[in-house]
């Protein structure tokens, strides 16, 4: 490095470019799954492994139990998350409860609700994108992990309630996108 000028100037710089390369270092990528085995065996959650780029998960709930699909699709670099609710419902609710997945949607923060036809639950699925990135962080898995459960929880009762035929998509959607100001 050549000095010119003030020599604290070159201080500044040379701790910059030295900060620059530990911050590189410190961030520590894995192979997705593996992360995502690391943070459910953390959790004390049942894991089953679905062959090398594959596992599902048993996750507790407040409403229910939520069973967790994660899958590294290695030709896309991108981790696909799918959050099944544990919520049946008959077949003749089946256009309520699409409907209900289509109004909840444009709330959902992460990922998106569909319904599975053949087993009348919703899905909260969502794809992580990580092509060129050499991996993912486990802040990363960490957090889509929670925020997807999270909305999952969050929409539940209204989920529950439409698949009992207790309330209509649109009511029941309204109720729960309602915004409250203050406390009681």
């Known amino acids: 490095m050549v000095v010119i000028g003030n020599p604290v100037n070159a201080v500044i710089s040379e701790f910059v470019v030295m900060a620059r390369s530990q911050i590189q270092r410190e961030i520590l990528l894995g192979h997705p799954i593996e992360l995502v085995t690391r943070f459910v065996a953390n959790q004390d959650w049942l894991l089953q492994q679905r062959g090398e780029n594959a596992v599902l998960v048993e996750v507790p709930g407040k409403?229910?139990?939520?069973?967790l699909a994660v899958t590294w699709q290695h030709n896309e670099e991108a981790m696909q998350v799918t959050c099944r609710i544990d919520v049946q419902c008959d077949?003749?609710?089946?256009?309520?409860?699409?409907?209900?997945?289509?109004?909840?949607?444009q709330q959902i923060f992460m990922g998106h609700l569909a319904l599975d036809v053949e087993t009348g639950e919703l899905e909260l699925r969502h794809t992580l994108p990580l092509r060129g990135a050499g991996?993912?962080?486990?802040?990363?898995?960490?957090?889509?992990?929670?925020?997807?459960?999270?909305?999952?929880?969050?929409?539940?009762?209204?989920?529950y309630q439409v698949a009992q035929g207790q309330l209509a998509a649109t009511d029941a959607a309204a109720a729960v996108l309602f915004n409250t100001v203050g406390e009681a």
Do not use: H, K
């Open 91 to 105: 077949e003749s609710r089946f256009g309520e409860i699409a409907l209900l997945a289509a109004l909840l949607n």
């Open 135 to 159: 991996g993912a962080t486990p802040e990363q898995i960490e957090d889509v992990v929670d925020i997807m459960l999270g909305e999952c929880e969050y929409c539940f009762p209204t989920i």
């Open 63 to 67: 409403w229910c139990d939520y069973q």
